[in-house]
C-alpha cells in the first residue's frame, strides 16, 4: 500500500444520477478526512470519519450527501441526485490518528475529479 | 477560526526567474502548524513542507527555501531559478492541534515560460 487511494479517478455523472467515490487509506490509518475542491478554489473540509465512526461531518452539505468508513473496505463518500455545482475534484486524506503534540500526519490521495453533465 | 490568504492568484515569470508566493494567516492558537502543497496540471496535492508554530527557521531545500515570520503571519515560498516543471498550483494551509481540519488558502497558479 505506497498511498491513499482514491477511485475513480475521474467520474461523469448526469444529473440526477448517483456518484460514489471511494478512498482506501493508507495502511494502520484509521482516520479519513474528505475535501471538496470546487474550481478556482482551494480545498474545503468536508467530513472526518473513524471505523464506523462520524466524527465531524460540518463540512457536508445538509442535503445528497452522506460518507461511511465501515469496519471493512474503504470509506465511501456518496453524492445522490448530482447536480451540475457537484462538480470538483475531491480529495481523501487518512492519518493514523489525530497527534495533538507532534501536529498533522495528513496523507493525501490523488483525488477523484467529478464531472456532471 | 483560522484563515489562509493567498493574494496572488495567478504568477507568470520565464524560466530562470526566482518567483515568491506570500501566505498570510490568522489564528488564536498559539501553537499551529502551516503547510505548503503543490497541486500540478495532473491534479494531485504534493506535500511540500510542514512548518510549527515554535519554530522560527527558515528552510531551504533545494530550488525551494520558506521565509516563516511570525511577527506578521506570514509563511511565504520562494522558488530560485524555476523551471517549466514547476508549473502548478501552490497552497498554503494551516492547522492546530485543537483543529484536525486543514484551512486551505484559494491557491497560486505559477507559470513558468520557457
Known amino acids: 500500500n505506497a498511498g491513499v487511494m482514491q477511485n475513480p479517478r475521474h467520474l461523469v455523472r448526469r444529473r440526477g444520477q448517483e456518484a460514489r467515490l471511494r478512498c482506501s487509506p493508507m495502511k494502520g490509518h484509521s482516520h479519513v478526512y474528505w475535501y471538496r475542491q470546487l474550481p478556482e478554489e482551494g480545498l474545503k473540509f468536508m467530513v472526518y470519519l473513524q471505523k464506523e465512526n462520524i466524527i465531524d461531518e460540518s463540512g457536508m452539505p445538509k442535503e445528497r450527501f452522506s460518507a461511511e468508513f465501515p469496519k471493512e473496505g474503504p470509506s465511501i463518500l456518496r453524492i445522490q441526485q448530482v447536480v451540475r455545482g457537484d462538480s470538483a475534484a475531491y480529495f481523501c486524506?487518512?492519518?493514523?490518528?489525530?497527534?495533538?503534540?507532534?501536529?498533522?500526519?495528513?496523507?493525501f490521495g490523488s483525488g477523484t475529479r467529478l464531472t456532471v453533465v | 477560526a483560522q484563515k489562509v490568504t493567498q493574494a496572488q492568484t495567478e504568477i507568470s515569470v520565464v524560466e530562470k526567474e526566482d518567483v515568491t508566493l506570500d501566505c498570510v494567516y490568522e489564528t488564536r492558537d498559539t501553537t499551529y502548524y502551516l503547510f505548503w502543497y503543490k497541486q500540478p496540471p495532473s491534479g494531485e496535492l504534493v506535500f511540500l513542507i510542514r512548518r510549527n508554530s515554535f519554530d522560527e527557521q527558515n528552510e531551504i531545500s533545494g530550488r525551494y527555501s520558506w521565509n516563516f515570520q511570525k511577527s506578521t503571519s506570514s509563511f511565504n515560498f520562494t522558488i530560485t531559478a524555476s523551471q517549466v516543471v514547476d508549473s502548478a498550483v501552490y497552497f498554503c494551509a494551516l492547522t492546530s492541534p485543537n483543529d484536525y481540519k486543514l484551512s486551505f488558502g484559494a491557491g497560486t497558479t505559477v507559470t513558468v515560460r520557457a
Open positions: 486524506a487518512s492519518s493514523p490518528l489525530w497527534n495533538r503534540d507532534v501536529g498533522y500526519g495528513y496523507t
